[in-house]
């Protein structure tokens, strides 16, 4: 559902291979702002749609990129950046984004508590959230919610491995690496995953739903 995937940087020049993600990221714990923007430019765009299918909402999204990178460059400034084992920082970095989206969640579920006051005061003189006013947005979000209520059949860490290995393409070691697991538990989980899924929905289905 080709619909479902974003671009947030815009055109974007090739990375240069001669400087992989653990340079970057060593450079980025001194505190490099250089290597922060790199690394933003090469993994804003998976972040954002990680955090889209996390939260079914792409305003949500939009503030779980810019809180992800924000507390990268805090941990960097104050010197606690862990090492990269991995080649890329990819995964890495969409844990971080699935910490974050618990966090901005929180925020819209205040915003909409404060906007439903507000609209009760006002009796109901508002003016429309024009942020998802087109059809395809709307629509995005609307299969995306339906995919989410699936995915709550199954255990937090089952959905972590489908995130990270189906949806964002990490490695086996990746995932392992990021969340502090072997490899051997990743594919386990993410077995078992499929497993209860193809109880629920197509397996096919929920693959198209989130390539």
């Not at 815009?10 to 340079?23: I, K, N, S």
Request: hydrophobic share 45%; with cysteine.
């Amino acid at each position: 559902m080709s619909t479902m995937i974003a671009s947030r940087g815009g055109a974007m020049t090739e990375a240069d291979p001669a400087v992989d993600d653990r340079r970057l990221w060593s450079r980025l714990a001194e505190a490099d702002d250089a290597a922060l923007t790199e690394l933003y430019r090469r993994h804003c765009d998976a972040v954002y749609n990680f955090a889209f299918r996390r939260t079914a909402s792409w305003a949500a999204a939009e503030d779980v990129v810019q809180a992800t990178f924000t507390a990268v460059w805090r941990r960097a400034r104050a010197g606690t950046v862990d090492p990269l084992r991995a080649e890329t920082a990819r995964a890495v970095l969409l844990v971080m984004a699935g910490q974050e989206c618990a966090n901005v969640a929180r925020s819209a579920r205040r915003q909409r508590l404060l906007h439903g006051r507000i609209e009760a005061d006002s009796g109901g003189a508002v003016s429309p959230d024009h942020a998802a006013s087109t059809a395809v947005r709307v629509d995005d979000e609307r299969q995306m919610s339906e995919v989410r209520r699936a995915l709550k059949l199954i255990p937090a860490v089952q959905r972590e491995a489908v995130e990270l290995v189906v949806w964002s393409h990490c490695s086996m070691a990746q995932a392992a690496d990021a969340l502090g697991v072997s490899e051997g538990t990743v594919k386990s989980r993410l077995h078992r995953a499929r497993q209860s899924l193809v109880h629920v929905i197509e397996i096919d289905a929920l693959k198209e739903a989130l390539s």
